[in-house]
């Protein structure tokens, strides 16, 4: 008799559940929401604003569907479009301009089904329709931007050092210092390799001069710096999209993809994508005669009354319209802790920013400085700090009273005002979303008529081991769809393609299973030792060629990009999910057919012609 012993039974149970659990929310579709989210860690989106927006929405007589917090964001779902795009207007009046307010499309499963994870997979570009945009990063822009923080870094460094030279000019990728003697130049070159590793330097003794280039490996870490700035500071700027889902990836050494499905208004996106911040260092008023002037609707000439948003809520700051400093002059910004311990935010500047921030602080010790970002026609107040003393060697550090969030938050504002190197649009597509919608039909239909096709020759063909085959199949495209929804995976065409091709190997194997046991049948093997035979024989054919297949898969995964690294994932996951149905899930039905029957005369597997039948 073929029987499996208790533990495969209930492996094979136990995935089924968990397949139909994880495939169930892809059948719910989705629903209209409102998603709130803050761009600062200092301000959270908590319980606190879940009520705010719970007691504006009752003000309004608007009922949400559901309201919960979901990570770092607040999501409210309503029944229809309209109900959503009045509640928006009514959360933006209520939160203010602290918070970003998207619309969003969530899912509909129930809550039940969220609570164990069990999410619908995200849609591509090309299903949901949105636009892409390559973007190419200008390498030389960034190098020229480090050469020219180089030379202002050499310049200050000899200059605290006491050394003296002549000229310091950049000839392309190489800077050259010129010395007076022997001994000055043996005194550069120490300092120099001690402050500025990333840089190699060549002595010439008899003209004393000193040569310095980039070296290899800081060339690349220049690039690749540049690159993920950029990337960090497009997703910060796509949040204003309400984008449930973007693509923003590296596609080779200075390229970056970005895809935003659901975004047709391809004129807002390249705005946000190309937009540029500014940061402004100005003075702080603080002679509370002009401030409360100010306050009461009289500002001073050359002064302008701004907000200052703090964790204590916004307060009013008067500040000279005069800039002192811009943020071109900053080269990085980064969180830190001061000399006691508390959290600061640590700024490089350039060697213009650097003499300006020395003479600036110098002549207002005492006085509150501001920084300023300023973003489409917006102004902000990221930090006033006190000086305390003449800041020089361009680099500043600015403390106070702030948490480790807070800082975290100015260091990026600082940086990622702007972007790190400039980018220009090489590509641009944009894919609408009825576009989107029949690309699914389509790839929906396909597929069902493929399985259809599948499933009719082989019931025809093999009869009971047919239909077998058939329901084995139906459970491997169940589990498939159950691990893109559990690693939340992005469908695209090509995973649809994908999906179809996985149905034609893993029949194969079944196809593979059933002749071998038709070839038992015909040599005299009894029923239940064909069944035998025929499925650990044809083990091995089935497992060489699916791992020569998985190699493939892999490198595709490996090397590919884009749409052949989505094709590669669903590819290689469609192999695993056959093996396991064509092999083990398909042999346990057969088991509970026939494998129950002590006596078994004859086995439904289609036509089974012996060799006698053949002469005749």
Same mark, same amino acid.
């Given at each position: 008799m073929?029987?499996?012993?208790l533990w495969?039974y209930?492996v094979i149970?136990?995935?089924?559940i968990?397949?139909?659990?994880?495939?169930?929310?892809?059948?719910y579709g989705e629903?209209p929401a409102?998603q709130i989210s803050?761009?600062?860690?200092s301000?959270?989106?908590?319980?606190t604003?879940?009520?705010?927006v719970e007691?504006?929405l009752?003000?309004?007589?608007?009922?949400p569907?559901?309201?919960?917090?979901?990570?770092?964001?607040?999501?409210v779902?309503?029944k229809?479009t309209?109900v959503? &795009?009045?509640?928006?207007?009514?959360i933006e009046?209520a939160l203010g301009?602290?918070?970003?307010?998207?619309?969003?499309l969530l899912s509909a499963?129930p809550?039940?089904?969220?609570?164990?994870h069990a999410?619908p997979?995200?849609l591509?570009?090309?299903l949901?329709?949105?636009?892409h945009?390559?973007?190419?990063?200008d390498?030389?822009?960034?190098?020229d931007? +480090?050469?020219?923080r180089?030379?202002?870094d050499?310049r200050?460094?000899?200059?605290?050092?006491k050394?003296?030279y002549? *000229?310091?000019r950049?000839?392309?990728?190489t800077? %050259?210092?010129?010395?007076?003697?022997q001994?000055?130049?043996?005194?550069a070159?120490?300092? &120099?390799?001690?402050?500025?590793?990333?840089?190699?330097?060549?002595?010439?003794?008899?003209n004393?001069?000193?040569?310095?280039?980039l070296?290899?490996e800081?060339i690349?870490r &220049?690039e690749?710096?540049?690159?993920?700035?950029n990337? %960090?500071?497009?997703?910060?700027r796509v949040?204003e999209l309400?984008v449930?889902?973007?693509v923003?990836?590296?596609?080779g050494p200075?390229r970056i993809?970005v895809?935003l499905p659901?975004?047709?208004?391809?004129a807002?996106?390249k705005d946000?994508?190309?937009r540029?911040? *500014?940061?402004q260092?100005r003075?702080v008023?603080d002679?509370?005669?002009?401030?409360?002037d100010?306050? #009461?609707?009289?500002?001073?000439?050359?002064y302008?009354?701004?907000?200052e948003?703090?964790?204590?809520?916004p307060?009013?700051?008067l500040?000279?319209k005069?800039?002192?400093l811009?943020?071109?002059?900053?080269?990085d910004a980064q969180?830190?802790?001061?000399?006691?311990?508390?959290p600061?935010?640590s700024i490089?500047?350039?060697?213009?920013?650097?003499?300006?921030?020395?003479?600036?602080? #110098?002549?207002?010790?005492?006085?509150?400085?501001?920084?300023?970002l300023?973003?489409?026609?917006? *102004?902000?107040v990221? %930090?006033?700090?006190?000086?305390?003393?003449e800041?020089?060697?361009?680099?500043?550090q600015?403390?106070?009273s702030?948490?480790s969030?807070?800082?975290?938050d100015t260091?990026?504002l600082?940086?990622?005002?702007s972007?790190?190197a400039?980018?220009q649009?090489?590509e641009?597509r +944009?894919?609408?979303?009825?576009?989107?919608k029949?690309?699914i039909?389509k790839?929906?239909h396909?597929?069902?008529?493929?399985?259809?096709?599948i499933?009719?020759?082989m019931?025809?063909y093999y009869?009971?081991?047919?239909?077998?085959?058939?329901?084995?199949?139906?459970?491997?495209?169940?589990?498939?769809?159950?691990?893109l929804?559990m690693?939340?995976?992005?469908l +695209?065409?090509?995973?649809?393609a994908?999906?179809?091709?996985t149905?034609g190997?893993?029949i194969?194997a079944?196809?593979?299973i059933?002749?071998?046991?038709r070839?038992?049948?015909r040599n005299?093997?009894p029923p239940?030792?064909a069944?035998?035979?025929?499925?650990?024989?044809a083990w091995?054919?089935?497992l060489?060629?699916?791992?020569?297949?998985m190699i493939a898969?892999?490198a595709?995964l490996?090397?590919?990009?884009?749409p052949?690294?989505?094709?590669a994932v669903?590819?290689?996951?469609?192999?695993?999910?056959?093996?396991f149905?064509?092999?083990l899930?398909?042999?346990?039905?057969?088991?509970?057919?026939?494998g129950?029957r002590?006596?078994?005369?004859?086995?439904?597997?289609?036509q089974v012609?012996?060799p006698?039948q053949?002469?005749?």
């Open positions: 073929n029987r499996y012993p495969k209930l149970v136990v995935a089924l968990v397949s139909a659990l994880y495939t169930l929310p892809n059948f629903t409102v803050s761009t600062r860690q301000m959270p989106v908590d319980t604003v879940m009520e705010r007691g504006a009752k003000a309004h007589q608007i009922t569907d559901g309201v919960y917090l979901d990570g770092g964001s607040l999501k779902r309503f229809d309209d959503q &795009i009045k509640a928006r207007d009514v009046q301009d602290n918070y970003i307010i998207a619309l969003n499963s809550q039940w089904l969220a609570k164990i999410n997979m995200f591509g570009l090309d949901r329709g949105g636009v945009f390559l973007l190419e990063v390498m030389k822009a960034a190098l931007k +480090t050469m020219e180089y030379a202002g050499i200050r460094e000899l200059k605290d050092k050394i003296r002549g *000229t310091l950049r000839d392309g990728d800077l %050259t210092v010129q010395l007076r003697d001994e000055t130049l043996a005194a070159e120490k300092a &120099i390799v001690r402050t500025l590793p990333g840089l190699t330097l060549k002595a010439d003794d008899a004393y001069t000193l040569k310095l280039a070296k290899p800081e690349t &220049i690749s710096d540049a690159v993920k700035q990337i %960090t500071t497009l997703h910060n949040n309400g449930a889902e973007p923003i990836q590296q596609a200075n993809v895809q659901g975004v047709q208004d391809t807002k996106a946000i994508l190309g540029t911040a *500014t940061l260092v003075m008023e002679d509370p005669g002009k401030v409360n100010a306050i #009461a609707g009289n500002v001073p000439m050359g302008e009354l701004l907000d948003l703090t964790p204590r809520g307060s009013k700051i500040v000279k005069d800039v002192e811009t943020g071109d002059n900053i080269n969180p830190t802790f001061d000399e006691n311990g508390a600061a935010v490089n500047l350039d060697s213009t920013g650097a003499g300006i921030f020395r003479q600036v602080t #110098a002549e207002n010790i005492g006085r509150r400085m501001a920084m300023i300023v973003e489409k026609g917006k *102004t902000e990221v %930090t006033a700090p006190v000086i305390r003393s800041i020089g060697g361009g680099r500043v600015i403390s106070g702030m948490n969030a807070e800082a975290n260091a990026l600082l940086r990622a005002g972007l790190a400039p980018m649009i090489i641009e +944009t894919v609408g979303p009825s576009l989107g029949e690309n039909e790839g929906f396909s597929t069902l008529w493929g399985f259809a096709a499933a009719v020759f019931v025809i009869r009971v081991f047919g239909l077998i085959s058939v329901l084995s199949l139906g459970v491997n495209v169940l589990m498939l769809v159950a691990l929804s690693l939340q995976a992005t +695209t065409l090509p995973g649809i994908a999906i179809a091709l149905l190997m893993a194969d079944n196809v593979l059933n002749e071998r046991v070839e038992e049948l005299g093997m239940q030792s069944i035998q035979a025929g499925y650990s024989h091995a054919t089935i060489d060629s699916n791992v020569t297949t898969g892999l595709l490996i090397f590919g990009s884009g052949v690294r989505g094709f669903v590819h290689c996951l469609g192999i695993l999910t056959s093996m149905s064509a092999v899930v398909s042999r346990g039905f057969v088991n509970l057919w026939y129950r002590r006596r078994l005369s004859s086995i439904s597997v289609g012609w012996k006698e053949e002469a005749k």
